[in-house]
Structure formats: C-alpha cells, structure tokens
C-alpha cells in the first residue's frame, strides 16, 4: 500500500482525471515520494506523474501516479525501506549511506533498495559573505559553519568535506540551521558560511545575493580527488558564472545526483514502463520544469552505486546504455 501525504499532490488531479470514469481495478496506482513543496523534488515529482499517468500502462491497466510530499532524501529512503511507497526522489549520498548500512543508516542497511535512474545534480554551494575571510575550504577552521539537522543529507556532506581537508568537527562552530535561516544569519553577519546542497539557482542563495556581495567558495583541488574516490557518488561540476548577482565567474565545485529509486518489490514490468516514460519524454518535461532539461539518458547511472531495478536494467540494456 503507497504512503499516500494529506497534502493534495501535483499530479493527483491529473492522476484521476486521465483515467475518467474507470473503475479503480482498472488502474494501477504509483506513487513518487518527493519532498516539501518548496523544493525542487515535489514539483518536478508532479510533473513526472503526469506523464507516467498519460504514456504507461502495465498488464493493460493504466498507471495513475501520484506525487507525495514528504521530508525528502532520508525520510525518503525510509519509506522505501518499510514499502510504504513505489518510488521516491533520494540524493545519491544518501541512498549510497542507506543501502551499505552507513552514517545515520549505520548497522542497519536498507538492502531493498533499487535504483531506477539518475535525474539531474545537486550542486554543493559553499557560501560566504564576500567580506568574510573565506577563499577556500580551509579557512573554515575555526569559523562558524551551518551544515542542517544533524543526520541529514546536508550534515553527512560536512563531515565528509572536513575528514578529506584533514579536520573535524570541533575545528569549527557548526550551526545546525535551515537554509533560509542560515542565509539570513549571513547576512545580519550571525554565521560565516553555510553549505547548501539543492538545484541551482537556489532560492535562498539568491535572496542572499540580494541582500549583500556573496562568495561562493570552490570545491576543487586533490582533497576533492580523495573524497570523490572514497564517496563515488559525488560528482564534479562547475557552477556557470552569473548564476547569481555579483558571481561573475564560474565555480568549481561537487553535486550530488538526485536519484529516482524504488524498492525491490516493485514488478519488473512497472519499474521498466515508469524509466522507459520519464527517459523518453524528455523533452516533454524539460519544457514544464527547468530540472527536466538537466536529464537525460547519458548520465541516467552517474552516481548510482546501489543496484538497478530488473525493470530498469532492461530498459537501460534495450537502449545499449548497458550490456
């Protein structure tokens, strides 16, 4: 039985109205766990619905796809883990800690877990007032640095980054807030930097430009080369120039993938049909999504290092992606 959010999803309406006066039996529901409605995950999830409801069928019933909002990438996981859901949107750090048993999963390893594809990256924006005396990774040390709940996506990240630069956590001051909050101590000058992982632009980042002369602070160089050798689902990326007001130069920095994953008890049949709808609509989704026009069938296995889905597998194998 799908997680099912009291929340009204994007897609719900589409879900229903698409299948018109058809009894219930003759549609198969699937639902996307996504996140808060002020993220990117719940709004791209919807948009995905409604196309899985208009292109796919399995066993000649028609797909009815619901996005459902929740607490994103861990929450996420977790509902995989008890199936409480078909699908979900999880970062692929975090669906790399469940899987393993390590981090926040620690000694308890989600080995359910199967991915049906990569979708677009999330960029790690290490920000800082332009006045602040941050140029580089290092000059954290002794600092104020925001890094989310403890046990997040967020949280994992700044621990991994302090370990590869040879600190820890006691070398600085971590503040444990919000991304809005966090970008509004910055600017009352409460907080030095803040580490925000989501698609960019990013909302509170460029409220933050706004506001004051911000610095992105790059994520590059052999402590990078390390991490990303022991944490293979980080990529390397550079953020464009102008991304925000007053950035005129590109950054170099890390993403994580966002990864559509689901669970080992979802048929073959339905995995292949719901990977075959989002990689051949493309074009489709990028035109009602900015995020949509980042996917695509070339990079659908970066940074997946859980096993694929049967179902997608097949589909991957079809389109000579694998052998």
């Known amino acids: 039985m799908a997680f099912r959010s009291k929340a009204a999803s994007l897609a719900l309406v589409a879900g229903i109205a698409f299948a018109g006066s058809a009894a219930a039996q003759d549609r198969v529901f699937f639902g996307i766990a996504t996140g808060g409605t002020g993220g990117t995950y719940y709004p791209l999830g919807g948009m995905l619905a409604q196309l899985i409801s208009n292109k796919a069928t ?3 019933k028609k797909l009815a796809a619901t996005a459902e909002t929740s607490g994103a990438s861990v929450a996420n996981a977790q509902l995989l883990a008890r199936n409480d859901i078909e699908s979900a949107f999880v970062a692929a750090d975090i669906l790399d800690a469940a899987f393993n048993g390590k981090g926040q999963f620690e000694g308890k390893p989600v080995k359910n877990l199967r991915a049906l594809g990569a979708l677009y990256p999330e960029q790690v924006q290490l920000v800082t007032a332009a006045s602040a005396n941050v140029r580089s990774f290092k ?8 890094s989310g709940s403890p046990g997040s996506g967020q949280w994992q990240l ?4 302090l370990e590869a630069h040879g600190m820890t956590r006691k070398d600085i001051a971590e503040d444990l807030s919000s991304f809005a909050q966090s970008v509004d101590k910055i600017k009352d000058g409460n907080l030095v930097a803040s580490l925000i992982t989501a698609g960019a632009p990013t909302a509170s ?7 004051r002369e911000l610095r992105i602070v790059p ?6 080369e390390t991490l990303r050798k022991k944490q293979p689902y980080y990529a390397t990326v ?9 950035q005129t130069a590109p950054v170099d920095t890390l993403a994580v993938m966002a990864i559509w994953a689901t669970h ?16 051949e609509n493309l074009e489709i989704l990028g035109q009602v ?7 695509s069938l070339k990079t659908a296995l970066l940074s997946v290092s859980i096993p694929l889905h049967p179902g997608a597998q097949r589909y991957y194998r079809e389109k000579g992606i694998i052998k």
Do not use: R
């Open 58 to 60: 399995v066993g000649g």
């Open 139 to 146: 000059d954290l040390k002794g600092k104020s640095v925001s």
């Open 158 to 161: 700044l621990g991994d980054l």
């Open 205 to 211: 980042v460029t409220d933050l430009a706004n506001a």
């Open 219 to 224: 994520l590059s160089g052999p402590e990078i």
């Open 238 to 246: 550079q953020l464009p120039a102008n991304t925000y007001k007053g």
């Open 264 to 279: 080992e008890g979802l048929s073959e049949q339905t995995a292949y049909e719901v990977t075959k709808a989002l990689y």
């Open 289 to 295: 999504h900015p995020k949509g026009k980042e996917i």
